[in-house]
């Protein structure tokens, strides 16, 4: 009874998959988009992950298929459920994480906490919106956006005319833009028999609308806060009928409400620090959510544990050319790369430290991780 | 710069190797012994590792060769560093832990503490140590023994007479029988250039000769016993001139001594610990080791860490068929396997639990490691 997942996607989140997995005794494939990706160790396929004839192929050989991105199409995803294949998560619960408009509809109807919004079909609907939210909001493309792309902050319609005509008079989500104080991210694994493990909840620093640091558990943080972060996660998650692990993206607001930004499901940037930090990392917690087998702990193993990405790493050099210095200044800086060629604002790699002191180890995390600039 | 080290063996030391040099971002190429060893995921190679031309062209595709195991001949490792091949550990090295005689000689000359023995080259010098010795004696062949194998408790010299008839009037090693209070590990990494770090001492439980549990750091181990350890081990890896990590098994005396028992230059079963209670595992360290990288910090995360090995396995079983009960029961147990085949007596996996308190993690990992009998 060889456990075997196949992951679709060879980027980093699969490739990190691959040492838990080795470690558990977790048979993984990789469906990746080309040779040479992140992903490329267990990479045992190459193809088009939009083609269902390359995708039913690939899961033949393996008990569960899931992701490392959320981009497989709908149909293709129906024709894998059809064809008998366990897909976590499913595309009952991915159509929340692809299209931003029917996740907010959703969120609404389960109560969760989330920025005023709308779906706004041309100019004159989003100026309406804009009136309303005080002459500025986001408007968000709701598919296909990440890492910032299809994101905009807009005070005039016309800022994102393009858009709309791009999508063909298919609306657009406009959200209230949030004055907060900082923003959260809650992790949170639920099996496919409902079983579910919430971290604890972590602040995350954004830097263009990419995930910069990351600061486990979030510094300050009242029990209470702990505890109504991981109810929202558990509730979203068992909502949407998530499986595998899920990110909910918050804002914490000045007057003390948490509101949903975004959702990924599937490992997330904001919960690398679990690498290091966490009795079970959620690579190793979405390969046995995945599996519908018992959830790991997820407490933390140390007081503090601080993330830093390494954001472009050195242009024109191999990240690796830097290992040497940053070790020795860094002995505590446990340092993962993704295999990627830098190019600036790319995500290469992170720095993990755990310690005692949160304000040492982001001190240390960053120090680390700006010997890759 | 691509970082490439080529590991000979293809056993769970091997396979270990391969979630940190996957994080680290340092291409992991094995020369296997055959198809479906532990470490196949990374295997580029199946050969013999007895053959110089095998080995030399497995080493053409990397920057350092290194070993799963310490079984390479000397001429293959010379062969080697004469083609201008980095090898770490080298021949030099290597043969201290290749011939148990050689490693006593040397120990002696640099003075370090260890039980009383002597070469000797048939029955008559094995009597004449057994009476200098109290009538009993532990008997070694300096060469091929591992796990207890090579090793036997002898009150008559009779009772090895076919090993000196086997090993064709070679001297055998005769070892005074320490009475012991317990056994102890010094785990010591060593890079080519000098550097070197030192794990804190563990206490290490055999049975039947083969290592059942770790306990991370020695339980009741004073600073002085940590240093003095420590210590030994760093003159140990210098003066042998060792490359990677060294593995020291130490006998701790009823009268507060310690005595080296053997040596092992790899990563080693005693060091496992380190995988989920050390900032660096052993394995990581090995691999900065042997590419000359500075060495990661060898503090433990936690108060206490324990590992204890699944030996034999669930017979006639696959071992994922028991993840479901082991992982209910206990979340917190951090479990590794190495994609062998059950068989009795054999190193399958191991369990590694962290906490606060050293009897409840010995407690845990105990009972997590028995849903695999």
């Not at 959620?282 to 959510?289: K, S, T």
């Amino acid at each position: 009874m060889t456990l075997r997942v196949g992951v679709i996607g060879g980027g980093q989140l699969a490739r990190m998959m691959i040492a838990p997995a080795v470690e558990l005794g977790v048979e993984l494939s990789v469906l990746a988009e080309g040779e040479g990706m992140s992903a490329a160790l267990a990479a045992t396929a190459v193809g088009d992950y939009r083609d269902a004839g390359t995708v039913l192929a690939f899961a033949e050989r393996v008990d569960v298929v899931t992701f490392d991105h959320e981009h497989v199409p709908q149909p293709v995803l129906r024709a894998l459920v059809e064809a008998g294949v366990a897909v976590h998560p499913g595309p009952d619960a991915l159509r929340f994480a692809q299209d931003k408009l029917v996740m907010r509809r959703r969120l609404a109807e389960l109560g969760a906490p989330q920025p005023d919004w709308a779906a706004v079909s041309d100019t004159s609907e989003l100026r309406a919106f804009l009136d309303d939210h005080g002459g500025r909001a986001v408007v968000k493309t709701p598919r296909g956006g990440y890492d910032g792309k299809g994101v905009k902050v807009v005070s005039r319609p016309e800022e994102v005319a393009d858009w709309f005509a791009d999508f063909g008079g298919e609306a657009l989500l406009a959200e209230e833009l949030v004055v907060f104080r900082r923003e959260l991210a809650q992790q949170v694994a639920r099996r496919p028999s409902g079983g579910m493990a919430a971290y604890p909840v972590v602040e995350t620093v954004q830097r263009d609308g990419v995930c910069a640091e990351v600061l486990a558990p979030a510094p300050g943080a009242s029990e209470k806060l702990v505890e109504v972060a991981a109810r929202l996660g558990m509730s979203i998650a068992d909502g949407l009928g998530v499986t595998g692990m899920l990110a909910v993206e918050l804002f914490e607001t000045e007057d003390d409400r948490i509101l949903v930004n975004e959702l990924a499901m599937r490992p997330h940037n904001s919960g690398h620090w679990t690498q290091d930090g966490a009795v079970t990392s959620q690579f190793e917690q979405h390969l046995r959510a995945v599996l519908d087998l018992p959830l790991g702990a997820t407490d933390p193993t140390a007081d503090a544990a601080v993330m830093v990405n390494i954001l472009g790493g050195p242009q024109g050099e191999e990240i690796t050319g830097r290992f040497a210095a940053a070790m020795d200044a860094h002995p505590l800086a446990r340092i993962h790369t993704y295999g990627k060629a830098p190019r600036p604002g790319r995500k290469v790699g992170h720095v993990n430290v755990t310690g005692d002191d949160i304000d040492e180890a982001v001190y240390e995390a960053r120090a680390a991780a700006a010997f890759f600039d």
